[in-house]
Each structure stands twice: as structure tokens, then as C-alpha cells.
């Protein structure tokens, strides 16, 4: 079974510049989740959708980040414009489902961002 | 808000020796708690799951504990081998699927 797919793997970009990430779940994954871990630390859940919809985003950045999932598939991230601050790797990861024996995450191999 | 705490912070050992890694959590309504392994640069790779009805979880030489009501969870490693060394992270899973991590224990296990 194919894991959780991310691209880039790496991205350099300078401050005030956009960049956008990209996952692909887990193939019938209903929830997929964005993380943001900075160097030293764990992740940090950015935000997590149930098929199209958000559940959550109370911890996006969201005058400069926004994320979408259009069709409950694929996922974008973006952040415009980037600060020195958002260097970090942002993970995704997905799961069956939000409750009970269905919501273990598993996750991709993260794209790493530096802003310069 | 949670908030998860993982000590030590780092750890180095010698090959073969059983070691423990804790986590501890502020808030134990939590649905489940699981472990990871992180190499460098790489993505996490899930170890054990533990629900919040259960115990612990055994996978080959890794057991999870998890007591709810103190909040703590540990993490035991029989026999380590330098294949072992990487960062160890504790997630917690509270209502509304919300994973919160700890910051990590970077695992050195010297051959």
C-alpha cells in the first residue's frame, strides 16, 4: 500500500516570496492533516480536514497561510508571503477517520522550507 | 490546553541496553496515544498505538504503557541496538482527533 506522498521535498525560498506544498493521502483516507515542526521540536497541527471540509484550523497562521482540499483527495498548502519564521518542515498525514479504531495517523516524509 | 512533556530530552547508551523513555500529559481525556520514530530528515514512522481503553501495546522489543489518570506514558526498548538511534516522539490524541506532540527524546545508541 503506498504511504502518504508530499512534493517538494525541499524548497528555498527568499522572505515576501510564495510557496505552495502538495500531499497526496493515503488512498481512502477521509481525514488529512497539516503539521508545521520546527528544528528541535514536535510537529504542530496547522490544520485537519474530513474530506473537503475543515475540522479544524485553529492554529493557521491564517493572514498569511491558507490550505485547501477541493475534491477530499489531494491537498495543497501556501504560504504568502513566507517569513524567516516559517522555516520548518511541514508534514502531512492522513487517517481513516476522526474517531475510534480509525483515526491513527501516518505520515508522509515532509518537505522541508528554509526562508532566507 | 494539553500539553505533553517528554524526558529526557536526549539519551545516549551502549548497545544492549534496555532503556525507557517518558511522556507525560496535562489533560488525560485523551482517545489514544501513540509513539513515533523520527530519522533525521525524515518523516515519522509510527511505532505503537494505545488506546484510551488500553494498558499497553507490544511490537517486537518496543512496549507502550499509558496510565490516563496520572497522564504518563512510557516507552520501552529491550536489547538496544544502533539501528535504534533517532528521535523518539510522544503524540497525544484528544477530542477532535488533535494529535499534540512532545518535543522529542534524540536517541543515541553507541555500537
Not at chain 1, 490550505?67 to 492522513?94: F, H, M, N, W
Not at chain 2, 516522539?89 to 527524546?105: K, P, Y
Request: glycine letters at 8%; charged letters at 15%.
Amino acid at each position: 500500500e503506498a504511504g502518504v506522498a508530499q512534493s517538494p521535498r525541499y524548497k528555498i525560498i527568499e522572505k515576501r516570496q510564495s510557496v505552495a506544498f502538495w500531499c497526496n493521502p493515503i488512498s481512502g483516507h477521509a481525514t488529512l492533516y497539516w503539521y508545521q515542526q520546527i528544528l528541535g521540536q514536535g510537529p504542530k497541527l496547522l490544520i485537519q480536514f474530513q474530506n473537503n471540509g475543515v475540522v479544524d484550523d485553529s492554529q493557521l497562521p491564517k493572514d498569511r497561510f491558507s490550505a485547501e482540499r477541493l475534491k477530499g483527495v489531494d491537498s495543497t498548502l501556501k504560504i504568502q508571503p513566507a517569513k524567516l519564521e516559517d522555516s520548518a518542515v511541514y508534514l502531512c498525514a492522513s487517517s481513516l477517520g476522526l474517531t475510534g479504531n480509525y483515526n491513527e495517523q501516518f505520515f508522509g516524509p515532509g518537505t522541508r522550507l528554509t526562508v532566507l | 490546553k494539553q500539553e505533553v512533556t517528554q524526558i529526557p530530552a536526549a539519551l545516549s547508551v551502549p548497545e544492549g541496553e534496555n532503556l525507557v523513555l517518558n511522556c507525560s500529559f496535562t489533560d488525560s481525556a485523551i482517545y489514544n496515544l501513540q509513539w513515533f520514530r523520527q530519522d533525521p530528515g525524515k518523516g515519522l514512522t509510527s511505532l505503537l498505538l494505545i488506546q484510551s481503553s488500553q494498558r499497553e501495546q507490544t511490537s517486537g522489543r518496543l512496549n507502550a504503557s499509558l496510565d490516563k489518570s496520572s497522564g504518563r506514558s512510557t516507552l520501552y526498548i529491550a536489547a538496544s541496538q544502533p539501528g535504534d538511534s533517532a528521535t523518539y516522539l510522544c503524540a497525544v490524541n484528544n477530542a477532535g482527533n488533535m494529535l499534540t506532540f512532545g518535543g522529542g527524546t534524540r536517541l543515541m545508541v553507541k555500537p
